[in-house]
């Protein structure tokens, strides 16, 4: 064997271009051998793997550990491709009950990804890079004035109306049946009333799994065009007669509610503060002194008497302090849409953030009302749920004329640059009984302050916990 391998080589000694050919053959040969393995099925899933509480790894009941981001695969990344396909399954697949159906005949792979996304999407209403599908809407009155466009279209699809109002660059689309009619969200189509879908759950033309309404009932949907009617903003053309505050425990949507305000407004905030990366991605009030006059109203986490009596008037944002609280960590070691590292929360930072910070969610809300002089109490969770309304009331105390069909286009934008992707969400609940007990005595206190003033207390889900 030894005398083989020494002739072996002393052949390619001699011959080192077919040396270097069957080296490079043979690497080839390994490359394919393994890019076949990688697109062949999904490798395979040990029962231990599958079930590590199974294993003994972990005790039944235990918390899996937050693993990360995941991808899909071996090498491969989501495309996306249940995104896109979601949004065209609209109420045809729901039971009388306005549950999905459950049985969805031998219909596997893209067709349970694409209704499963879809199940996420619409609660959220939203399907990055596709359309947002609204819900089953009654026709309006004037159906020419509030969707001023319409095309008759023989073999109906969702693609197809949305494609065509997106080229007509309108934010809706409608589906009624055999006849798309594109437009704006107006007082005479605002989207608020939605219908049972049940109602709109007539097949597409042309797709069998697609619901495209019906002559009385429309299946809406939002395209990608931005509506433009509330994205103009200035400064104030002259200086402002007062200071009104729009004041907030960190974490608690202070950014979220300044952009909400300017698009309803039409007019910049300002800071308390300067932070450049809001200046960067639009808030031009940023830069100018908070008393410089020229904004509608000021942001501020500010919580002691001498700075709360500096203004006029106040926005008292109040949100869930387990979401506000979790919300500033993310902030405070991930940024304004980042998010903390898993060892920032396992670490001892979260336990000393909580320690410190949770009092102070408690004596921003009782300072404010204390030493404010007319103070506006909204809570996050009613703005999030009944925007329009609660965000008139803001407008209002600002002293500019609330226009319905603006506030209408700021739904549609509502969520802006500033949105936190719920990709990312940790696993276990970070606060423990201790923790808890605490915050809970805080909520309490809060509660009471506002019932003390005739005010609503706070939401129900802020506890028990």
């Keep these: 064997m030894a005398k083989l391998w020494f002739k072996f080589q002393r052949y390619f000694r001699r011959k080192p271009v077919r040396f270097f050919t069957f080296l490079a053959l043979y690497l080839t040969a390994g490359s394919l051998v393994f890019l076949h393995s990688g697109f062949v099925g999904q490798p395979a899933v040990s029962e231990n793997q599958a079930n590590p509480a199974a294993a003994g790894g972990l005790a039944e009941g235990a918390e899996l550990p937050f693993l990360g981001d995941m991808h899909l695969g071996r090498g491969f990344r989501d495309t996306g491709e249940a995104s896109s396909m979601a949004r065209r399954y609209g109420p045809w697949f729901k039971g009388k009950d306005g549950n999905e159906r459950a049985k969805l005949g031998d219909y596997g792979g893209a067709w349970s990804r694409a209704l499963k996304g879809r199940v996420v999407r619409e609660k959220e209403e939203e399907r990055d890079g596709s359309a947002v599908f609204r819900g089953c809407f009654r026709r309006p009155d004037n159906l020419s004035l509030a969707l001023p466009v319409t095309a008759a279209m023989l073999n109906m699809s969702v693609d197809k109306c949305v494609d065509f109002c997106t080229e007509k ?35 597409c033309s042309a797709e069998e799994f697609e619901s495209c309404g019906t002559p009385s009932y429309f299946i809406v949907y939002q ?6 009617r509330c994205m103009d903003r200035r400064f104030l053309p002259g200086k402002s007669k007062q200071l009104i505050a729009l004041a907030s425990f960190p974490g608690a949507g202070n950014t979220w509610a300044r952009h909400l305000i300017e698009l309803a407004t039409g007019f910049y905030t300002g800071s308390y503060y300067f932070d450049g990366s809001l200046y960067n991605k639009g808030f031009k009030g940023e830069r100018d002194h908070w008393r410089s ?30 979401k ?6 993310n902030r405070k070691y991930g940024g304004h849409i980042g998010f903390a590292a898993h060892a920032h929360w396992k670490g001892k930072e979260w336990p000393e953030f909580v320690r410190n910070y949770a009092p102070w969610w408690a004596t921003h809300t009782l300072d404010w009302l204390k030493f404010g002089k007319k103070v506006l109490v909204v809570h ?33 934008q509502k969520d802006g640059n500033f ?41 129900d889900d802020y506890y028990p916990r």
């Design 419 to 459: 949105k936190r992707s719920g990709l990312r969400k940790l696993e276990y609940d970070p606060y423990t009984a201790d923790m808890q007990k605490t915050i809970s005595a805080y909520i309490k206190m809060v509660d009471a302050a506002l019932k003390g003033r005739n005010l609503t207390g706070v939401p």
């Design 169 to 203: 660059e309108y934010p809706l689309a409608a589906l009624a049946g055999n006849a798309c009619h594109c437009g704006f969200p107006t007082t005479r189509f605002p989207l608020h009333d939605r219908e049972d879908e049940q109602l709109c759950a007539q097949k």
């Design 380 to 412: 996050f969770e009613d703005l999030k749920q009944d925007l329009f309304v609660q965000l008139g009331r803001m407008v209002s105390l600002l002293g500019v004329a609330v226009r319905e069909d603006r506030l209408l286009c700021v739904e549609s």
């Design 293 to 322: 006059g020229r904004t509608i109203c000021i942001k501020t986490h500010e919580s002691g008497q001498k700075e709360i009596e500096a203004f006029d008037a106040a926005i008292l944002l109040i949100r869930n302090p387990y």
């Design 324 to 329: 506000a609280l979790m919300a500033e960590f």
């Design 223 to 228: 395209t990608q065009v931005q509506d433009n």
